[in-house]
C-alpha cells in the first residue's frame, strides 16, 4: 500500500515539473522549443494516471470489499432461484419463494448412492450448520438428485433428513432434472456397470448459496471446511 502511494505521488511530481518547466528534461532541452508541446503532452497524460490512481487508492481505501472463502459469483446470469420451484420436495410439495423468504439457501446436486460425494457434502453442511448455531434456522440446504429413476420421494425423505432434520430433498422428472441442472451449468450422466448397483452418476460437485433476497452469491467449492462455509453464510445472513 505504501509503495502505491509513493508511485501516484511521484508522477504528479514529474507531472507538476514538466508543466512548470523546472524538471530536468526541461532544463536540458530548453531551447529545443519543438519539444515542449510533446512534453506538455507527456506531463498531462502522467497527471492524468497519477489522478485516476490516487482515486482509485481512495475508493478502494473508503469502500472496502467483503471477501469469502468460497467463490464470489455475485451477478451471475445463471443459477435463478425461481429454477428451483420446478422441483418437488421430498415431502411431495412444491417450494415458492416465501418458503426461502428472509434465508440463505445452499444447494448442490448428488444423488442417494453416490458413495463418497454427496455424503461428504451432507455431512460438512450438517457441521456448518452446526457452528452456525441458532443462526443455523435461517440456512436452508437443499439436495437436488440427479437420478431421479431410483430417487423417489420416499427414498430422498429417508436419506436427507438423516443428516439434517431442516434438509430437504427435491426431484423432479428426467426432463425437469435435466433442464434445473442445466440452469446451472451442472454436468451429470450415468456410468453403467460400476457397481453392483446397476449404473453410478458423474456429477458436478460444486455448491451454490443465495443470500437472503435470493440472489445467487456463491460457488461453494467440494471440500471446503465447515468452517469457512460457516463464516461465508454468516455473512451472507449479516447483508454482506
Same mark, same amino acid.
Not at 116 to 145: H, N, W, Y
Given at each position: 500500500?505504501? $509503495?502505491?502511494? $509513493?508511485?501516484?505521488?511521484?508522477?504528479?511530481?514529474?507531472?507538476?515539473?514538466?508543466?512548470?518547466?523546472?524538471? @530536468?528534461?526541461?532544463?536540458?532541452?530548453?531551447?529545443?522549443?519543438?519539444? &515542449?508541446?510533446?512534453?506538455?503532452?507527456?506531463?498531462?497524460?502522467?497527471?492524468?494516471?497519477?489522478?485516476?490512481?490516487?482515486?482509485? !487508492?481512495?475508493?478502494?481505501?473508503?469502500?472496502?470489499?467483503?471477501?469469502?472463502?468460497?467463490?464470489?459469483?455475485?451477478?451471475?446470469?445463471?443459477?435463478?432461484?425461481?429454477?428451483?420451484? %420446478?422441483?418437488?420436495?421430498? !415431502?411431495?410439495?412444491?417450494?415458492?419463494?416465501?418458503?426461502?423468504?428472509?434465508?440463505?439457501?445452499?444447494?448442490?446436486?448428488?444423488?442417494?448412492?453416490?458413495?463418497?460425494?454427496? @455424503?461428504?457434502?451432507?455431512?460438512?453442511?450438517?457441521?456448518?450448520?452446526?457452528?452456525?448455531?441458532?443462526?443455523?434456522?435461517?440456512?436452508?440446504?437443499?439436495?437436488?438428485?440427479?437420478?431421479?429413476?431410483?430417487?423417489? @420421494?420416499?427414498?430422498?425423505?429417508?436419506?436427507?433428513?438423516?443428516?439434517?432434520? %431442516?434438509?430437504?430433498?427435491?426431484?423432479?422428472?428426467?426432463?425437469?432434472?435435466?433442464?434445473?441442472?442445466?440452469?446451472?451449468?451442472?454436468?451429470?450422466?450415468?456410468?453403467?456397470?460400476?457397481?453392483?448397483?446397476?449404473?453410478?452418476?458423474?456429477?458436478?460437485?460444486?455448491?451454490?448459496?443465495?443470500? @437472503?433476497?435470493? &440472489?445467487?452469491?456463491?460457488? $461453494?467449492?467440494?471440500?471446503?471446511?465447515?468452517? !469457512?462455509?460457516?463464516?461465508?453464510?454468516?455473512?451472507?445472513?449479516?447483508?454482506?
Amino acid at each position: 500500500m505504501f $509503495i502505491k502511494i $509513493i508511485v501516484v505521488l511521484l508522477l504528479l511530481i514529474v507531472a507538476a515539473s514538466l508543466l512548470t518547466g523546472r524538471g @530536468p528534461v526541461m532544463a536540458t532541452r530548453r531551447s529545443s522549443s519543438s519539444l &515542449r508541446p510533446l512534453i506538455k503532452r507527456v506531463a498531462f497524460v502522467l497527471l492524468a494516471i497519477g489522478v485516476v490512481l490516487a482515486a482509485l !487508492h481512495l475508493s478502494g481505501c473508503s469502500q472496502p470489499h467483503e471477501t469469502f472463502h468460497a467463490t464470489d459469483i455475485t451477478g451471475a446470469e445463471f443459477g435463478s432461484q425461481s429454477t428451483l420451484f %420446478r422441483l418437488t420436495d421430498h !415431502h411431495g410439495r412444491r417450494p415458492a419463494s416465501a418458503d426461502f423468504s428472509g434465508k440463505v439457501v445452499v444447494m448442490f446436486f448428488g444423488y442417494t448412492q453416490c458413495p463418497d460425494i454427496c @455424503p461428504t457434502t451432507l455431512v460438512t453442511m450438517k457441521e456448518s450448520m452446526r457452528l452456525l448455531g441458532p443462526a443455523a434456522d435461517r440456512v436452508q440446504v437443499l439436495f437436488v438428485t440427479v437420478d431421479p429413476e431410483r430417487d423417489t @420421494p420416499e427414498v430422498l425423505a429417508t436419506f436427507v433428513p438423516w443428516f439434517d432434520t %431442516r434438509f430437504l430433498g427435491l426431484y423432479g422428472d428426467a426432463q425437469t432434472t435435466l433442464d434445473v441442472a442445466r440452469e446451472f451449468k451442472v454436468f451429470y450422466s450415468k456410468v453403467k456397470g460400476e457397481t453392483a448397483l446397476g449404473y453410478s452418476i458423474d456429477h458436478s460437485a460444486n455448491s451454490y448459496a443465495y443470500d @437472503p433476497q435470493g &440472489r445467487l452469491r456463491l460457488l $461453494i467449492r467440494h471440500g471446503e471446511t465447515p468452517e !469457512h462455509i460457516a463464516e461465508d453464510l454468516h455473512k451472507l445472513l449479516a447483508g454482506k
